[in-house]
Structures are given as structure tokens and as C-alpha cells.
């Protein structure tokens, strides 16, 4: 049975600003490790129609395995994304990105819609880990950006 994430983390920077940075792919790398290790991912801001064909190391200790993200709209100007993304046993995650003003700064929300079968809810702890920690490091990376 699938199951959906959501996530509402806020951030002291123009909502312009964090929208680039929450979908540059130099930046996923970076908020991802060392939970996630990426093979031949690309460098720059994705865009609507891509397509991104990676191999995905579980803490760089498991052999790399293939994973395909879709970029299915990239609109900077509403500052939505949403992918389409399958592989290392994931049948589907959809993921909805929205970043809006806020009195602070912005405001980014993560919707995330996990099907892996039988082990939905091991993926969907691990989406949870992943997802948390990712704040942690795009504070850090606004701070010294």
C-alpha cells in the first residue's frame, strides 16, 4: 500500500533563492549524503521534460543501482517541481516540490508518495530520515552560499 510524506520546513532566504537551490542536482549530492551516493548525475538546475538515469549507492556501501528520476514540471515561476522517479526496488515516488513566501523567508513544502511493494514502509522511514536531514544541510548551505 503506498504512502505519503509530507514535509513543511522554512528557511530565512528569498523564496526565489531557495527554489534554485532545492533544484539544482549539485545540490541534491550534496544534502544527501552520506545517506545517498550518486553515480553519473548530472551537474546544473533540472528542467521540465528530463529525464535522469542514475545509479543510487545506499551509503556507499551497497553496489550502485539504477534509478530514474522524470522531471515531470520544473516552473520557477510558481516555484513548483514535481518528478516522477523508480529504481532500487521503488515501483514509484512521485515527489511535489512548492516553495512560498514567508514571513520569514519561505517556505518549502515536500510531498512525497512512496509505492515499493512490500517494503513501502521501510522506504518510506528511510524518505523520512533522508528528507529531515536535507534541511539541516540546505541551512547550512543558505548560510555559507
Known amino acids: 500500500m503506498p504512502r505519503t510524506l509530507t514535509f513543511e ?44 538515469d542514475v545509479a543510487i549507492s545506499v551509503f556507499g556501501v551497497f553496489p550502485p543501482m539504477p534509478y530514474r528520476m522524470r522531471v515531470v514540471v520544473c516552473d520557477p515561476e510558481t516555484r513548483r517541481m514535481t518528478s516522477d522517479e523508480d529504481g532500487i526496488g521503488v515501483h514509484r515516488l512521485l515527489h511535489h516540490l512548492e516553495v512560498h513566501p514567508d514571513p520569514q523567508g519561505a517556505r518549502l513544502m515536500d510531498r512525497i508518495e512512496i509505492d515499493a511493494g512490500w517494503s513501502t514502509p521501510l522506504v518510506a522511514l528511510w524518505a523520512w530520515c533522508i528528507y529531515r536531514w536535507r534541511h539541516h544541510v540546505r541551512l547550512r548551505l543558505l548560510r555559507n552560499g
Open 9 to 52: 520546513h522554512r528557511y530565512p532566504v528569498d523564496p526565489d533563492r531557495l527554489f534554485a537551490l532545492v533544484t539544482d542536482l549539485d545540490t541534491l549530492e550534496a544534502v544527501t549524503k552520506p545517506w545517498v551516493q550518486f553515480d553519473h548525475l548530472p551537474s546544473g538546475p533540472v528542467h521540465t521534460g528530463q529525464v535522469i
